[in-house]
């Protein structure tokens, strides 16, 4: 604090900075045209005006790769300027949607922004994210695990609630930020200033009033800048005229961090204190529908993330552990492309259509590249457990679980025998180490297939093979490890066997030993509980209503229609001892679009075929749905329902590091920048219950829902369909988001295709562990077949177990600059909790790092390493293990 303040008490810092959407209205390639244009500029004032001191690069260091992948010869004059601080990077590698995308993912993002900014020679401390639509309320925690204890943010939260320009945001495990709230205006009160004196003057003052209206501190931020924009490069000289026309503030061309230094230093006493995620749309607009715009671009997200942070980097991590090479390159790469699809212009869907394209192939290349290295490093870590007890009509299975905690799971996979092996079915059972039982086993198909044998010095030569298509449970995978089973093929059809299971069907119902499903004539499906007696009605429900939005935001017709689906369709099918499914199909007859006038729907009806398939598994706890639906009309919004009849005021969904609870009930927004939203996000499941029973849905990339009232009536949006990035016309916002341009690929036409599942439960979201089974659900297992081998792994092992009720692990990879392992654990409860990692490897240290990966304090190891976290809290352990040579 200040105690003598001096005349130029306050001081006003003109922040000159650019906001660089990457790719939005125009595409990446026609953007960075604009982006070569603005750095050079850039650098040519800075070369001819020494007091030209300060430009942001908001916040991204992208930026500079995509620049100097066109011109690398100016890679040291960057770094010259960098270093001596007159252009900040940092600290992100892209600005992100913090909702759309995951934790890890966020983190990600950061790891890297912060190692390319240090290799230019400085990070820019400062929180920035000037722009995404809402905040998550663990962004207090992530960012301080990376040594930035403030944000400057400007969408999500009324100015009522802020009570100033600066404010204390504290996230839920009590980690506090000095938050900056931007002015209404955004983040540009004082772009394109003019170079008359008397203008500039007129257009700054109005700027300070506006910022004194909200005083917390001396401290004033004049932001020069906007989308795409250049440095302007009298701005020093305005900065020295401006200076002589206020009396009472300094005027300083300067950065982010030295405004953050002095309103720290000058701040009142006792700042407002705000917690929970930002979200409100009243004073500014947060365009939330964009969870459920192009809802394929959520599920390739879906299908990424996963797969990097519970397959690809676990299994990489633990075969370096067991002597392999870290593919650390390799890993980033693929990083890097899905990081390049996060910014809330991509991720979001609010894009043209060319840009989504683009960005279809980048989820590709990085699926593709993730994959490779599971498979590689699975197959290292398989060919180390020894198998010497196989006969020549039998293989072995190794399935891998990456999840911290045992787990029963179906498996479904394709074995295969040498040709000269013939079957026409399998038996399955445990290997000899614990006494052979044979397991339920489910042939889906046999045949005649081809294996691929490749050869350096020849072409690839296909050898005939015979396969076996087979479905069972695998009880009691360990945690983070792997269990055999042996398969035999069988070539007699006298001796069919007849499993003992818990799968039942009939014409029109399957069930399990936890669940009866049952095909009503209205389409709709009965849920029975069966451990608990409980019955849900009207259970997968499709309802189409009318969308006159765009891209960012929904906005039915003021003369809606809504259809519901009636399926008549009903058959079971691959029904055995493993599994079985139900089958409901048939058509909603939906308008072909909107009228002229957008206020009503077309009078025109067309087919849209609808194909729900539903799952149950022996022995899981999980109902499946894969509904396929062929989108043949226009302008429209695809929701399905479950009902739950549970009576509670409040719904709880998966975020980031918890699991968030939010009001059933709206606020009444009268006079909002935009009508308060009925849906909300989820980052895979939702949940309502009275603390007695409760029912949560599960999904893959499917982010939005809504709670309807009548019933408590879990509704997951499945599609949004419409025909233009932004429009002005709209009942539920005011004013344009972006360009009125056309988006005809954002109508989502021909077949898509959506996962999700069902858990009917005893007790809340905590005491059923529905965030490991979704995890689980979304996760799986993944199965490699063996021969007899050598090796010094035993048929059943686990590397890492996770101790404690309710954590859960969200990353396991090596640390990006030592030997070391890295296990980050959370508590998604409201109630600290206690737990022990144990490692199936000899550890040397343990440390307590953070999510920048360094780290002080050692730990004790014994049998594993006590933890206790508080309700909401990451941790980062840190493991110097003792690697296999």
């Known amino acids: 604090m200040v105690d003598n303040i001096n005349k130029k008490s306050y001081k006003a810092f003109v922040v000159p900075h650019t906001h660089w959407d990457r790719e939005w209205y125009q595409t990446f390639q026609q953007f960075r045209i604009r982006l070569i244009d ?30 100097l992948e066109v011109h690398p010869e100016r890679r040291g004059i960057l770094k010259k300027y960098i270093t001596e601080g007159r252009i900040h990077v940092g600290p992100w590698y892209i600005l992100p949607d913090e909702f759309l995308v995951s934790a890890e993912s966020i983190i990600r993002n950061l790891l890297l922004g912060h190692k390319i900014a240090s290799e230019f020679g400085s990070v820019m401390k400062v929180g920035y ?14 960012l301080k695990g990376f040594g930035i204890d403030n944000i400057i943010f400007w969408r999500g939260i009324e100015y009522d609630q802020s009570q100033g320009n600066e404010f204390i945001w504290q996230g839920p495990d009590g980690t506090e930020l000095f938050a900056v709230h931007l002015p209404k ?66 005027i300083k061309q300067g950065n982010l961090k030295e405004y953050i230094d002095y309103a720290k230093e000058t701040v009142k006493p006792k700042l407002n204190k705000v917690t929970g995620e930002f979200r409100s749309a009243k004073d500014t607009p947060i365009l939330q529908s964009v969870y459920s715009s192009r809802m394929y671009i959520k599920q390739a997200n879906q299908r990424c993330e996963p797969l990097l942070e519970n397959w690809a980097e676990p299994t990489a991590s633990l075969a370096w552990l067991l002597g392999n090479n870290y ?5 980033w790469t693929s990083w890097k492309w899905l990081l390049k699809n996060h910014p809330h212009d991509s991720i979001c869907g609010c894009s043209i259509d060319q840009v989504h394209r683009e960005m279809m192939t980048r989820f590709d290349w990085s699926g593709q590249i993730a994959r490779e290295v599971v498979n590689k490093n699975s197959d290292y870590i398989s060919e180390k457990i020894k198998i010497d007890y196989l006969n020549k009509d039998e293989l072995a299975l190794a399935v891998f679980n990456p999840l911290p905690y045992s787990i029963d799971e179906n498996v479904e996979v394709r074995v295969k025998f040498p040709q000269e092996i013939n079957l026409n079915r399998v038996k399955v059972s445990t290997t000899p180490t614990t006494q052979r039982e044979e397991i339920p086993c489910q042939l889906k198909g046999y045949g005649l297939d081809y294996k691929i044998i490749f050869n350096p010095f020849k072409s690839p030569q296909p050898l005939e093979v015979n396969y076996a298509d087979i479905s069972f449970t695998a009880k009691d995978i360990p945690a983070c490890g792997y269990k055999t089973f042996t398969i035999k093929a069988i070539n007699d059809l006298r001796m069919h066997k007849e499993y003992k299971t818990d799968i039942r069907a009939g014409r029109d119902y399957i069930e399990n030993k936890y669940y009866k499903v049952i095909a009503e004539t209205n389409g709709t499906v009965t849920v029975v509980d069966k451990r608990n007696n409980k019955k849900f009605k009207n259970c997968n429900r499709f309802v189409d209503g009318g969308d006159a939005g765009d891209e960012y935001t929904y906005s039915p017709p003021l003369n809606d229609r809504i259809i519901i689906n009636q399926l008549n369709n009903i058959s079971t099918k691959d029904v055995g001892p493993s599994e079985a499914i139900l089958k409901v199909s048939g058509k909603m ?54 009902p739950t009849a549970i009576k509670t005021d409040q719904v709880y969904a998966e975020g980031h590091f918890e699991v968030v609870k939010r009001s059933i009930n709206l606020p009444d927004s009268e006079g909002w920048k935009e009508k308060a939203y009925k849906t909300a996000h989820n980052s895979g499941f939702i949940d309502i219950n009275d603390g007695e029973y409760g029912l949560a849905i599960l999904n893959k990339g499917l982010p939005e829902y809504e709670i309807i009232p009548d019933n408590n009536t879990i509704a997951l949006t499945l599609l949004r369909c419409v025909g233009w990035l932004s429009r002005w016309d709209l009942e539920n916002k005011r004013g344009n988001a972006g360009p009125s341009l056309p988006t005809p690929e954002a109508q989502c036409l021909g077949e898509n295709i959506f996962s999700y599942a069902l858990i009917p439960h005893q007790g809340n979201w905590a005491e059923a562990r529905i965030p490991q089974k979704t995890k689980q659900y979304k996760t799986r297992v993944l199965a490699k077949q063996l021969k007899n081998q050598p090796g010094n792994l035993s048929d059943k092992y686990s590397f890492i177990q996770l101790e404690g009720e309710h954590l859960e692990i969200s990353a396991i990879k090596k640390h990006e600059f030592e030997d070391k392992l890295v296990a980050r ?28 990966e360094s780290y002080e304090e050692e730990l004790p190891y014994d049998n594993g390493v006590e933890i206790e976290l508080k309700p909401k809290e990451v941790k980062t352990i840190i493991f110097e293990v003792l690697l296999h040579k």
Not at 327 to 331: C, E, K, T
Not at 837 to 848: E, S
Request: proline residues 5%; aromatic residues 8%; contains cysteine.
């Open 589 to 642: 007859i939906l308008p072909v679009g909107l009228k002229s006038d957008r206020k009503s729907r077309a009078e025109k009806m067309i087919e849209c075929p609808v194909e729900s398939e539903i799952k149950l598994f022996s022995e899981v706890q999980r109902i499946e749905f894969k509904t396929k639906f062929d989108n043949r009309v226009c302008d429209h919004h695809l929701q399905v329902e479950f």
């Open 327 to 331: 593919p650390q390159n390799l890993l």
């Open 129 to 142: 994210i000037p722009d995404p639509f809402g905040h998550i309320s663990q962004m207090p925690q992530i």
């Open 185 to 250: 205006i955004g983040y540009c009160n004082a772009v394109s200033l003019p170079e008359d004196v008397g203008q500039a003057y007129k257009l700054i003052n109005e700027a300070i009033e506006d910022l004194l209206s909200r005083e917390t501190s001396k401290s004033l931020l004049l932001l020069n800048g906007v989308d795409h924009l250049e440095a302007q490069p009298y701005i020093p000289y305005l900065v020295k005229e401006l200076n002589k026309r206020f009396e009472d503030i300094e």
């Open 38 to 67: 603005l750095i050079d500029n850039l650098i040519d004032i800075l070369e001819n005006d020494k007091a030209f001191s300060d430009f942001t690069l908001d916040g991204q260091t992208i930026v500079l790769e995509d620049y």
């Open 825 to 852: 654990v959370y508590n998604p409860t409201d109630k600290e909790t206690n737990g022990k990692i144990k490692l199936g490897f000899n550890i040397h240290k343990v440390y307590l790092g953070k999510l920048d």
